[in-house]
C-alpha cells in the first residue's frame, strides 16, 4: 500500500541538471521523512539528500552540498532532487525511501543510517531511476 515512484532519471553531460521526482501513494507524507538514495555499479547505497516532511528540515551529503536540493510539495505528495553542475562521480541508481517520521531523531539519521539497517527501518522504497552523467 505504500508506495514510492521515481521519474526523472536520464543521460545528461557534466555540468548539467536533471529533476527527479519522487511520488509518494498509500501514505500522506505529512508524517514521513523522504530520503534519496544512490548506488553506483559496485558500490553501496548511500544517502544523498533527506527531508522531513513535518518540519522541512533538509540534510546533504558533502559531496552534493550546494549542487543538490531536496524539495517537497506536501498536495502533490511529491518529493524532489533538483541535481544541478551533475558531475560523472554522480552516476548512479537514484532511489527514494520512505520513514515515518517519528522513527528517526534527526533527518540526518536518515541519510547516514548504515546500508545494513535499511531493511529494518525503511517502511518502502522504488524502483529507481537511473541518471548517467557523462560526456
Known amino acids: 500500500q505504500l508506495q514510492l515512484v521515481e521519474s526523472g532519471g536520464g543521460l545528461v553531460q557534466p555540468g548539467g541538471s536533471l529533476r527527479l521526482s519522487c511520488a509518494a501513494s498509500?501514505?500522506?507524507?505529512?508524517?514521513?521523512?523522504i530520503g534519496w538514495f544512490r548506488q553506483a555499479p559496485g558500490k553501496e547505497r548511500e544517502g544523498v539528500s533527506c527531508?522531513?516532511?513535518?518540519?522541512?528540515?533538509?540534510y546533504y551529503a558533502d559531496s552534493v552540498k550546494g549542487r543538490f536540493t531536496i524539495s517537497r510539495d506536501n498536495a502533490k505528495n511529491t518529493v524532489y532532487l533538483q541535481m544541478n553542475s551533475l558531475k560523472p562521480e554522480d552516476t548512479a541508481v537514484y532511489y527514494c525511501a520512505a520513514v515515518a517520521s517519528f522513527l528517526i531523531t534527526t533527518v540526518q539519521a536518515m541519510c547516514v543510517m548504515p546500508p545494513d539497517l535499511y531493511s529494518h527501518a525503511m517502511d518502502s522504497w522504488g524502483k529507481g531511476t537511473l541518471v548517467t552523467v557523462s560526456s
Open positions: 498509500g501514505f500522506t507524507l505529512d508524517y514521513y521523512a
Open positions: 527531508i522531513n516532511s513535518i518540519d522541512g528540515s533538509t
